[in-house]
């Protein structure tokens, strides 16, 4: 499966984005669709996943109560809503796959978010 990850852009610090992962093909109901992010001179840092076969989400503690991670079967897409951005979320995020939460097989391209303070 490709993985094309796209909604990222500049925002002030308190915004919202939404980030889509849309899959080229159908996700296994096995798969776990996480995002990541890595910002410059940093390394990846697992964000959120979901589990295609019951939407069970898990979040990093960096990011939780703030983002949102959904799916959409009908569209074989994952999103992921960010509230109350901060300077610190700034990064290049992408969307990877995977079978469990924090590890993946397969990446996309990165989509950046840039929030400005």
């Known amino acids: 499966v490709q993985l094309q990850a796209s909604g990222g852009g500049l925002v002030q610090a308190g915004g919202s984005l939404r980030l889509s992962c849309a899959a080229s093909?159908?996700?296994?109901?096995?798969?776990?669709v996480n995002w990541f992010r890595q910002a410059p001179g940093k390394e990846r840092e697992f964000v959120a996943a979901i589990r295609w076969s019951n939407f069970r989400t898990y979040y990093s503690d960096s990011v939780k109560g703030r983002f949102t991670i959904s799916g959409d079967k009908a569209k074989n897409t994952v999103y992921l809503q960010m509230n109350n951005l901060k300077p610190e979320d700034t990064a290049v995020y992408y969307c990877a796959v995977g079978i469990n939460p924090g590890e993946y097989t397969t990446r996309g391209q990165g989509t950046l978010v840039t929030v400005s303070s």
């Open positions: 093909g159908r996700f296994y109901s096995s798969t776990v």
